[in-house]
């Protein structure tokens, strides 16, 4: 080996040794600073590093409340209420708005927040929507502590989620879990999607946050799976994902209700058996298998067999995908729908009724 050689030999094991250097620096500052790296990297007092969601939950937990329904018995109005309903709520705003579900203050005569911190607040309802099952209140305070939104990345099957809440009024829980399922329907009302998650939501939980592991809100809890009367416990609960929340709440906050728009039809979506007794060219669309007689589909000709292709100049894919442009719809206005009748095409013109949403 010559000098050259050797030389060159040194040099490259220098510079390795210096690069594994540099790694082994940058890892260990890695862990010993979580703010550069991973939030569920904590550092503790003995230096070991362990899993943890505690930052999480220090962003959002304060800003999850506990509520008190009170019911006040009309025949016995002088004696002091009793608690009818417990449950949790989300502040959202600076200006005291907070989610939460309205089966938690349906029935109250009078709601009582109670914040982390130890403050109570007398609320008033802003506003209430039975079929997503959310309810706006409002509280007057100073410095109220507000839960981070994510309305950007939608969860995915598989992620972390944490369940805040106030199960059977023993004070704020922290459950942990994953996101077990996305777009979840028809489990409360129409076509409302949930996202199911593992994250134990039990009886006062109804209402509170469940958010990721930075600590952003994702969802509202509403429900556990039930069957017949043995309750939850089946690791199988749902939570209203919180752009859905989110849109329902701005709607309730600018006019006390939500607002949707009606077509009078029931509808299925097209399977290869419909679509070659019908003729159709493919399985996009939606099948009319009813139609109110008073309402605006009928005033517009549209009859059951009738197959809905086009809503307002937009292809229709699907039952869901219909259901929601009606639902957004103005009411009152003229909407063009392009149907196909006995094999044929052919534009229909109507005009949009506004829901009646039946409280039950």
Not at 329 to 338: A, I, Q, S, W
């Amino acid at each position: 080996m010559t000098i050259k050689d050797t030389l060159l030999y040194l040099g490259k094991a220098t510079l390795f040794g210096l690069i594994m250097a540099a790694i082994f620096l940058l890892v260990t500052r890695y862990f010993d600073n979580p703010s550069l790296g991973n939030n569920l990297l904590q550092t503790r007092a003995n230096n070991t590093v362990e899993l943890s969601f505690a930052k999480a939950v220090r962003r959002a937990a304060p800003a999850v409340v506990n509520i008190y329904s009170l019911s006040i018995d009309q025949t016995r109005p002088l004696n002091s209420g009793s608690l009818q309903g417990l449950g949790s709520g989300v502040i959202m705003s600076k200006e005291g708005y907070i989610l939460t579900n309205y089966h938690v203050i349906k029935k109250a005569d009078e709601i009582v927040v109670a914040l982390q911190d130890g403050r109570k607040f007398t609320s008033e309802v802003v506003g209430f929507d039975p079929e997503t099952d959310l309810s706006v209140l409002k509280i007057e305070g100073d410095n109220l502590p507000i839960v981070p939104v994510n309305l950007e990345s939608p969860p995915q099957v598989g992620d972390v989620v944490l369940a805040i809440g106030n199960p059977y009024n023993l004070g704020q829980t922290i459950t942990q879990g994953i996101i077990s399922a996305t777009g979840r329907n028809g489990l409360s009302s129409g076509y409302l999607d949930f996202l199911q998650t593992d994250a134990a939501i039990n009886a006062g939980n109804s209402g509170g946050a469940l958010i990721d592991t930075n600590g952003s809100l994702i969802g509202i809890n509403t429900a556990a799976f039930q069957v017949g009367e043995e309750g939850g416990g089946h690791g199988i609960n749902f939570a209203i994902p919180i752009k859905l929340a989110h849109s329902i709440m701005n709607k309730l906050i600018k006019n006390g209700r939500v607002i949707r728009g009606a077509l009078g039809i029931s509808g299925e979506p097209i399977n290869p058996v419909v679509a070659q007794i019908l003729n159709l060219p493919d399985l996009k669309g939606v099948l009319i298998t009813g139609v109110d007689p008073n309402g605006p589909a009928a005033r517009a000709l549209l009859m059951p067999r009738d197959v809905i292709i086009k809503y307002d100049g937009e292809d229709v894919p699907g039952v869901e995908m219909l259901m929601d442009r009606i639902a957004e719809t103005t009411p009152g206005k003229k909407v063009m729908m392009t149907v196909i009748r006995q094999g044929k095409q052919q534009e229909l013109p109507v005009i949009i009724d506004e829901k009646i949403v039946v409280d039950n």
